[in-house]
């Protein structure tokens, strides 16, 4: 008979106090090790740094002896100062066969457009908002699973009879519906519960059963935990936590390729506005050739040869050719902005030039290495992709060592069933505990030498190896980028000073002859050579004044991406776009 005393309060009880047991029985993972390593590779700097101060920039150059007077009467003949207010030069036809229109850009509006447009950061963006829906498959492998199957049969089917004429068929109809939920656990067991309920009216000739026709129920607890191989959250949650990390990782991918972009488009920037200065020397080059030939062709019939005539054109064409090419240098350096800024204003197709309004800075600022090093370490997209990689490999770790472990697995389920002629009946049974059953089996396995598990596991501790090796390049190679922007600052700010101290002299001795001209000197072949050779030391040093200012300005922004401080220093903030937000309010990506 079956035990009256089982009650369904009893039973909730159990299967609640079995759930409860499971999910406490867990490990936690490995804490993370990307401060460890951060403060190991500050303090091996700091042994090797004993002062780690900032200092300013400096430039020990030699200083030109000239009055403030005679500086501004040079200023005014050469040098960036010369040059404001000076319409641009004529560029000829676009390529469109049009008179090129400009539009003056800031260098803030560059950047801005590039962060909102620019295809490269577009196609990076993606990533994150992809990482987080792998990331939300992976975390719903934890999710409660309805299931429910439903069957019918309808039998006639002949059977082995007896010399005693028992009856030769199986005539039957069966219902059968059954409903439950299954949930996978954190401890790396399954639980599931069901319910089922199975109508039969069986007609077979000869055979009687009571009752007939009949429901039968039953309700089913079941739980299937292994406790070695496969136990515990280190191994069941491994899969989210690897996706969590990947998730951060596109984060740091999409920061990587921000400050890329940001950098090359300051870089464009600044090319585009060397660009524009150096077309402007080449036409004053231009321009004072021209005035030199004229003045020599003026004196064809009194002391100028005609050679000296045929080398004045030679070097007035020389120097019309440097003018066209600095023209379509223009035009490169302005569809180079403008293809990394893709600003539907100024589509790339777009023939309008681009003239950069602000002017580089020249101004010094305070550089320590050490301090440097220390933002570098901490901001980086590289250094936290590769402490990633290691707690990746960290985790592998983990479950490779687990998969080493025997399997022995524990399978218990209670079964509470109940029949009658109908269906309230016998869910009174199966409700009030008349008829229950428990099965509880332990399964062992285990391969002999559990060769390929401990390979595998050597394998996983290989690449955890691997990847702290990859931390340290990844370290040697931030260093080595912040060392080279330091050195190319310290550079491009002395040679901005040297240049310009170039350019004062040229100027001089320039004018110099120019006076010497108008004088006492006529325009004999050595003179003119002399001239000729003068304007073009004096457009030389104009050319490498300006490109030290554009590289300084450059150097700036390299020094920033080398630091990994160039969102912070512009202030723009890293907000992943979200799959909602990329395909529309429907959140689908159908058309």
């Not at 580089?360 to 570098?376: C, G, N, R, Y």
Request: charged share 25%; with cysteine.
């Amino acid at each position: 008979m079956p035990n009256r005393t089982t009650s369904y309060r009893t039973r909730c009880l159990a299967a609640a106090s079995l759930a409860l047991c499971v999910g406490a029985c867990s490990t936690p993972f490995e804490a993370e090790t990307g401060e460890s390593l951060r403060r190991s590779v500050l303090d091996s700097i700091r042994t090797e740094m004993a002062d780690t101060t900032a200092r300013p920039l400096r430039a020990q150059v030699e200083p030109i002896d000239l009055s403030d007077q005679r500086l501004e009467t040079l200023n005014s003949m050469a040098g960036p100062e010369s040059y404001d207010g000076e319409p641009l030069p004529n560029i000829g036809p676009d390529l469109a066969g049009n008179q090129p229109d400009t539009s003056e850009i800031s260098l803030e509006q560059a950047i801005q457009s590039a962060v909102r447009h620019n295809l490269r950061l577009q196609d990076a963006s993606f990533s994150p908002a992809i990482s987080r829906e792998q990331l939300t498959q992976a975390e719903s492998v934890f999710d409660w699973v309805f299931f429910a199957d439903a069957r019918w049969n309808a039998l006639d089917e002949p059977q082995l009879g007896t010399s005693f004429g028992a009856g030769r068929a199986n005539v039957r109809k069966d219902l059968a519906l059954s409903a439950g939920f299954r949930k996978r656990l954190t401890s790396g067991g399954e639980l599931t519960f069901s319910q089922s309920e199975t109508y039969s009216d069986i007609s077979s000739p000869g055979v009687n059963f009571v009752p007939d026709p009949s429901n039968a129920v039953g309700f089913s607890a079941r739980l299937d935990q292994p406790l070695l191989r496969g136990f515990g959250r280190e191994v069941t949650l491994a899969e989210v936590r690897l996706a969590e990390s990947a998730q951060r990782a596109s984060v740091q991918q999409l920061r990587d390729q921000l400050i890329a972009t940001v950098t090359e488009t300051e870089r464009a920037y600044w090319n585009l506005a060397t660009a524009y200065r150096s077309l402007r020397i080449q036409q004053r080059l231009l321009d004072r050739g021209e005035e030199v030939r004229r003045r020599v062709e003026a004196r064809l019939e009194l002391d100028a040869t005609p050679a000296a005539v045929f080398d004045a054109r030679s070097q007035v064409e020389f120097r019309r050719a440097n003018v066209i090419r600095a023209t379509n240098a223009l035009r490169q350096a302005s569809d180079a902005l403008k293809i990394r800024m893709n600003d539907p204003a100024y589509p790339i197709e777009s023939e309008v030039l681009l003239e950069p309004v602000d002017a580089p800075v020249s101004s010094p600022v305070e550089l320590s290495f050490f301090d440097a090093v220390t933002t570098a370490l901490d901001r980086r997209p590289e250094i936290e992709q590769a402490i990633l990689t290691i707690n990746d490999a960290s985790i592998r770790v983990a479950v490779a060592d687990n998969g080493r472990l025997p399997a022995l697995n524990l399978a218990a389920q209670a079964n509470f069933d109940g029949l009658a002629e109908n269906l309230g009946d016998a869910l009174d049974e199966e409700f009030g505990g008349d008829y229950a059953s428990y099965i509880v089996s332990l399964t062992f396995e285990q391969a002999l030498g559990n060769r390929g598990p401990e390979a595998f596991f050597r394998q996983r501790q290989l690449e955890r190896l691997r990847a702290m090796n990859t931390y340290r390049l990844a370290v040697q190679t931030v260093l080595l980028e912040v060392k080279t922007a330091l050195r190319n600052l310290q550079t491009n700010y002395q040679l901005i000073e040297q240049t310009r101290i170039a350019r004062l002299a040229a100027t001089e001795n320039l004018r110099t002859l120019e006076v010497q001209g108008e004088t006492t000197r006529g325009f004999t072949p050595e003179f003119l050579d002399l001239q000729f050779t003068r304007q073009r030391a004096l457009a030389d040093a104009e050319l490498q004044e300006i490109q030290a200012l554009a590289d300084y300005s450059v150097g700036l922004a390299e020094y920033y991406a080398a630091t990994g401080s160039t969102l912070a220093r512009l202030g723009i903030k890293v907000a992943p776009p979200t799959a909602r937000g990329l395909l529309g309010p429907a959140g689908t990506g159908d058309e």
